[in-house]
C-alpha cells in the first residue's frame, strides 16, 4: 500500500524527463487578460498567439473569468522553439501591444491590449523653398610657375652594405656550425 504514493511522485518527478528524452519539447503556458480600446472582450473573441511558425488559438472567456485566455503551446513532434524566441498576440484581427518570449515549461501572464483605432499618420506640412543664390562670376586663376623636380641621389653602399651583411653572416653561421660540429663530437669522444 505504501509502494503506490512513491510511485506516483516519481512518475510526477520523471514525467518532464521522459517527454524529453522521447524528444518533445515542454509546452510554455500564456494567460492573462484581454482588453480593446480599453474594454473587456465579449466572450467568443478569438486569441491568436504566434511563435516562429507555429500558431495557437483560444477564445475568451477562459477558466480565469470574463475576458481572459489560456493557451498551452505544445509543439508538435519534431519541432523545438528556441528559449528567448518572440511571441506575437493577435486580439481578433488586431495586433496585441504585447509580445513575449518562449520558455520551455513556462506559465507566463501576458495581458493583453489592443485598439481597433487605428493610429494617425501626421501629414506633411509644406516646406517654403529657398530663394535661389546668385552664382558669382568665375576668376581667372593664374597658371603656376613649372619647379624643376629634385633628382634623388643614390644612397652610396646602401643595397652594397645590405649584401655585404648577409655574405657575412651566413660565413659566421657556417664558421659556428663548423665549430660545434667538431667542438661536440671531440666532447663525446671523451
Do not use: H
Not at 506559465?107 to 494617425?120: D, E, G, H, K, R
Amino acid at each position: 500500500m505504501r509502494l503506490i504514493p512513491v510511485l506516483l511522485v516519481a512518475l510526477i518527478l520523471l514525467a518532464p524527463s521522459i517527454v524529453q528524452a522521447q524528444g518533445g519539447q515542454l509546452p510554455c503556458s500564456l494567460r492573462g487578460t484581454v482588453t480593446l480600446n480599453g474594454a473587456p472582450v465579449p466572450d467568443g473573441t478569438a486569441i491568436t498567439v504566434v511563435v516562429e511558425d507555429g500558431v495557437y488559438t483560444a477564445t475568451t472567456p477562459s477558466e480565469y473569468g470574463p475576458s481572459t485566455y489560456f493557451v498551452r503551446m505544445t509543439p508538435p513532434a519534431g519541432t523545438q522553439y528556441p528559449e528567448g524566441a518572440v511571441i506575437t498576440f493577435w486580439i481578433g484581427q488586431y495586433a496585441a501591444a504585447q509580445t513575449s518570449s518562449w520558455e520551455t515549461g513556462g506559465n507566463l501572464q501576458v495581458n493583453l491590449t489592443a485598439s481597433t483605432i487605428p493610429t494617425p499618420t501626421p501629414t506633411p506640412q509644406p516646406t517654403a523653398t529657398p530663394a535661389p543664390t546668385p552664382t558669382p562670376a568665375p576668376t581667372v586663376t593664374p597658371e603656376p610657375t613649372p619647379e624643376a623636380t629634385p633628382t634623388p641621389v643614390d644612397n652610396p653602399g646602401g643595397a652594397g652594405k645590405t649584401a655585404t651583411m648577409v655574405i657575412f653572416s651566413i660565413i659566421g653561421a657556417g664558421l659556428l656550425g663548423v665549430v660545434l660540429f667538431f667542438g661536440l663530437r671531440s666532447f663525446s669522444q671523451r
